[in-house]
C-alpha cells in the first residue's frame, strides 16, 4: 500500500491505495464518485473520462498511485461549471443522450472540445470525440449539442471563470505528473509472480479434433538442413530431442505411444506466457510426413491454445539436405486472444521456426558426429524465446545468413 | 480487467531509476504515461514485479531547442507536441503526426519515449520518427549512471514490443533534426478508425537543403521498413514535385525484400506510402 495526497472536486483527501489500484476504482470505490464510468477499461470506450490537473485522461489507465498531489476533477465537480451546464443543456435538447452509460465521459471531452477548440466544425468536433463511444445515439445529437455550445460561447463569449482545476496546466510531461514527489518505500520491494512451476493442467482431452472448425491463425514455415531426409526424419523420432530444439519448450513426462506432454514459454517483449499442455503424433513414414494435435493452457493468463501441426520431409540438392516444411493452424481463446494481432503472432512464429531450424541444424550435427559449425547449446533445455531481443542477435545474425533466401529479412 | 499486483516507485532522478531497472530479482517495468502498457496490465497481459514511474523525473520532461534540432525528453507528451508547449522545428510534421495518435485523453498522458520503447509497430513514432532521421538517446548501461549511447530510431526498436534497452538502461530523450525551409513531409496513416491502430503507415521526408530524401512504410507485422537513401524511389531524382518521379514498381520491390507476401498488405501498404508521396509532392 502506498499513501496519496490528492486533491478530489476540490476537496483534500488522504488514502492509501494499492498500486494496480486505477484512478476510476479509487474514485468509485473509495469515494464513491460513482459518476465516473468504466466500460472497456483499457483505454478504448473513453466512459472514464476525467479532467486531471484540468486536462482530459483516461482514469482507467492512470494508476491512483501516480495522481499523488494531482487535482482531479470528476463530472460531479463540474455541477457548478458554467460550461458544463450548458452543454448539460445542449445534451438534453439535442438527443446527446439515451442511456446515459458515456454520458460523463463525453460530457468531459465535450468541455474539452469546446474550450480548447473554440471554431472547432462538425468534422474537428468528431474527430476529437473519436475517443468516446456511444451505443446509442449514433453521435448526431452529441455532434449537434456541442456545436450548439460552441455557436453560442462564439456568440456570447465564453462563460465566467472557470472552476479552479478546471483548466490545462501549461508544464511539460503527463498531466498530474507535475508534483511528484519520491515515494517513501515501504518495506522491501516483493517478487509477485509465483516462480514458473507450471503445474501438470488440467488439459482437455486432445483426440482427433473431427469436425473441428476452421482455425483462427495458419502459419506456413519451411527450412533446410544439410542431413539427407532419411537421417532427418529419424531424427524427429526422438520426441525428446525434437522438444529441446523448439524454444523455451521441455516435456513434462516421457513420450509414450506418440503421446507427448510438455509447456513451452513463450515471450514478446513485456508479455510472457507459459503455455502446458499435452498433444498426439501421427507418422506417415512412407511419405515422411506427419501430424501433431494438441492444444495447452496458459495458467497465468488463463488462455489456451488448440491446432495442429503438419509437416513434410523434401529431398534438396540431389539428397543431401532436406527441407521441413511446416503448416500450423490454431485457435487461441481467452485474455490473450483479444490482444492476438495476426501479423505478430506471424512475426513470432516465423522466429520460433527459424530458432527451431538452427537447434536442429546444431543437434543434428553433433548427433551425425561432425564437428558441429555452432557452439552447442550448454543446457539441455533451450533457452526460452525472447524475440527479437538482442541476447538473440548473434544467433539471429546467423539464422539471417543461413535462411536468408528463404525467409528474406 | 483488474492488473496483477505490482509494486510502484517513482524516482526522482535517472540515477535513482536506473538503480531500480538493474534489480536483476525482480521483473521491472517501465511506466512512462502508461497509456500503453496500462491496458495491457490490466488484460494481465504483462505482470511486472515492479513499476517504476519515470514521469517525475524533470530531466526527462525537458524539450530543448538548438539550431540543428530539439531534444526531448522521453516524458514529453504528445499532447506537449501537439499543442507546441514543446517547441516544434519541423515546421508542423511534429505536431502534426501527434495529432494523430489515439484520442486526447491519452495523449494527455501518452509519451514520446514511451510508444518507442513499447515498440509497437503500428505506432506512429516509431514510423515518423525514423522518416525524420531521428535518434535515440539512451543513458545507463555499462559505464553506470552517466553512460550514454545514441541510436538511429529505426535501430531503437529491435522487434514486435522490443526496444534495443539493455538491463539497467533507459531511453533518456529523442533527438529530433531541424527541417529546413525548403523540407517537403508527406505521412499518410490507413486505420479503420480515427485513433486505432494503424494497418499501414507511409512517410516521406525530401530536404534538399540538407540533402535528406528518407521513405518508411510503416506498421509491418515488425520493425518498420525504412530506406535512408530514398532517391531511387524517385528515378534517382527527387524533386519537389516527388509524384511526378514516383516508381511505384521500386516500393514493390522493397515489399518483396521484406517478405511481405499477402496482396492485401502488400495493397495497403503501397496505398499509405504513395498517399505519403501525394502529400509531400508540390503540385
Redesign the interface.
Known sequence: M?TISLTVNGKAVTAAV???T?LA?FLREGQLLTGTHLG?????C?AC?LL?DG????S????A??C?GAEITTIEGLDEDATMRRLRDAFSREHGLQCGYCTPGMLI?AR?IVTRLPDADDRRVR??L???LCRCTGYVGIVRAVRRVIEERQKNGSAARPEAGTTPG????????GH????P?NGP?????ATATTTAPAAEPTRSPSGQAKPGMEIRQSFTVNHPPDRVWAFFDQIDQVAACMPGASLTTPPRDDHVAGKIRIK????SADFAGDADIERDAANKRGVIRGGGLDT??RSSARGEIRYALFEEKGGTATRVEVDVGFTLTG??A??S?S??V???AS?LTAAFAQNLRVRMDRAAGGSPAEPEPSTEQTAEL?????VL?VLWARIKSLFGAL??? | MKPAQFDYERPSSVAEALDLLRREDLFVKVLAGGQSLGPMLNLRLVQPDLLVDITGIPELKRAEPDSDGITLGACITNADIEDGRAPDVTGGVLPAIARGIAYRAVRNRGTIGGSLSHADPSADWVSGLAALGAEAIIRGGPQGDSGRRTLPIEDYMVGVFEAALEPGEILEAVRIPRLSARARWGYYKICRKTGEFAHAIGAVLYDPERSVCRAVIGATESTPLVVADAAFLFGDRPSDNLAATYDTAAAARLLDRKGMTDPFERQVHLAALRRAVDRASLQ
Not at chain 1, 511528484?180 to 515515494?183: Q, S
Open positions: 502506498k494499492e498500486p494496480r486505477h476504482d472497456c477499461e483499457h483505454g478504448v473513453g473520462t486531471i486536462s482530459p485522461a483516461r482507467c489507465i492512470t494508476y498511485v501516480a499523488d471531452t474539452d474527430f476529437e473519436s475517443g468516446n501549461t508544464s511539460l510531461g503527463p498531466v498530474g505528473s511528484a514527489r519520491t515515494m518505500a520491494i516483493k517478487r509477485q509472480m514478446l517483449g513485456p508479455i497465468r493468463s485474455p490473450l483479444q490482444f494481432r501479423g505478430i506471424n512475426d513470432l522466429r525472447n524475440a527479437g531481443a538482442l542477435s525467409f528474406r529479412r
